[in-house]
């Protein structure tokens, strides 16, 4: 089978049209330019690679084969982009043959956060499942490479969700939730441990999505890019705002901090990124890289839009990390101090008197969990 090449999608955010994205005359990189409508009634969709402006953007070669960040966000990576791989292969098609644009029509509308690409691609098509231990048994067998029939399957249930743990997207009830399931490498609590870290989080003081364990083992997160009202909302990661790669391990909390008081314009905001900051080293999730923080845009007053920093997600132990170091260093140290954690903080103009209150709150609030006292 081959898929139709495509040289051009219109990029949607709900029933308006964002802009168009293309390719320069040698396929190699991504152009993009924002619809006149869109200029004048929407926002920045990411604010440092394709500020609110007419004009094309030309995206640059590294770190995203051509591509920009912020649609990046919108592929698969990690567990998904592996399923895409196998379900592909069993389509004949060799997904390391296709562009950027033929990635994204294939994520359509189907993606996590507003943004939708057309024309999509529908080539890959399942049902839903709701049989959550039917999916984690079909997943360890795929991962374990012992069968790739169920790729395709695994793929459309994952919501083309990121990161490396399987995971499903369901509704019920009460609303619109992703479920995770266990990894290979994963111990077999690791939905217990998740839940454990999200309560203690919120103890600390962090926002987190509302959260519930399935079945006693599945841990299941609100999916905080629906509104109550079903509504899509826009997301973007740290790493796809600042142009950074998972293979690039080269963020600090600095930048994340001084990412959070660009777009939030918020102390309150800017404060809730450094507890997720000490939480993390505290509890040792190494696991904190660029795209396990994100933004959000919700409307504002006077029909503007508001950059707002997202609940946290992916919180759980994770001691092995990047050759056993956090992804995120804080002030240029992977085995920081007090005085570095008071350093990051200064250079975001918080006083250090309000760093220590910081710490300390956090401290007293997850001695349970603490792994690594500061």
């Keep these: 089978m081959k898929i139709p090449k495509i040289d051009r999608l219109l990029v949607k955010y709900h029933d308006s049209c964002v802009g168009t994205l293309s390719l320069t005359p040698d396929s190699r990189l991504c152009v993009f330019e924002y619809d006149r409508k869109w200029i004048a009634d929407g926002f920045g969709i990411s604010p440092l690679e394709l500020p609110l402006r ?26 998904g982009r592996y399923l895409l791989h196998k379900a592909l292969l069993r389509e004949g098609i060799n997904d390391f043959n296709l562009s950027v644009l033929d990635r994204l029509s294939i994520v ?17 098509k399942a049902d839903s499942v709701a049989d959550f231990d039917l999916l984690q048994q079909k997943a360890l067998e795929v991962l374990g ?37 266990r990894h290979t490498y994963d111990p077999k609590d690791i939905g217990q441990q998740e839940y454990l870290y999200n309560h203690t989080a919120r103890k600390c003081g962090i926002k987190v999505p509302d959260f519930k364990l399935i079945e006693g083992k599945y841990f299941a997160s609100r999916r905080f890019d629906i509104s109550a009202e079903g509504e899509r909302i826009h997301m973007a990661t740290a790493g796809g705002l600042l142009c950074i790669s998972l293979g690039m391990p080269i963020l600090d909390y600095s930048n994340l901090l001084a990412l959070t008081g660009f777009l939030t314009q918020s102390p309150d905001e ?10 993390n080293y505290l509890t040792d999730n190494k696991d904190d890289h660029c795209k396990n923080f994100s933004f959000m845009v919700t ?38 101090a007090i005085s570095d954690f008071i350093a990051v903080g ?3 103009k918080m006083e250090e ?9 956090v401290v007293s609030n997850c001695t349970s969990l603490i792994r690594r006292p500061l």
Excluded at 313 to 328: F, K, M, Q, R, V
């Design 145 to 181: 490479e012992r069968q790739d029939d169920d790729a395709e399957l695994l793929l459309f249930n994952s919501g083309n969700s990121g990161g490396a743990r399987p995971k499903a997207v369901f509704s019920d009830p009460e609303g619109h939730w992703l479920v995770k399931f």
């Design 299 to 336: 409307p504002g007053t006077d029909r503007g839009w508001r950059w707002n920093l997202a609940p946290a997600y992916d919180l759980t132990l994770c001691a092995d990390g990047y050759n056993g170091e956090h992804a995120t260093s804080v002030n240029g140290t992977g085995n920081p």
């Design 108 to 124: 359509g509308s189907s993606g996590m956060g507003a943004l939708t690409y057309m024309p999509a691609n529908d080539i890959l």
């Design 54 to 79: 007419a004009g094309t953007f030309v995206a640059k070669a590294t770190p995203f084969a051509g591509n920009f960040g912020i649609f990046e966000d919108s592929m698969p990576d990690g567990y």
């Design 346 to 348: 200064r250079q975001v």
């Design 270 to 279: 800017v404060e809730e990124m450094y507890r997720r900051m000490i939480f």
């Design 353 to 361: 008197r309000r760093c220590r209150q910081l710490i300390d709150e």
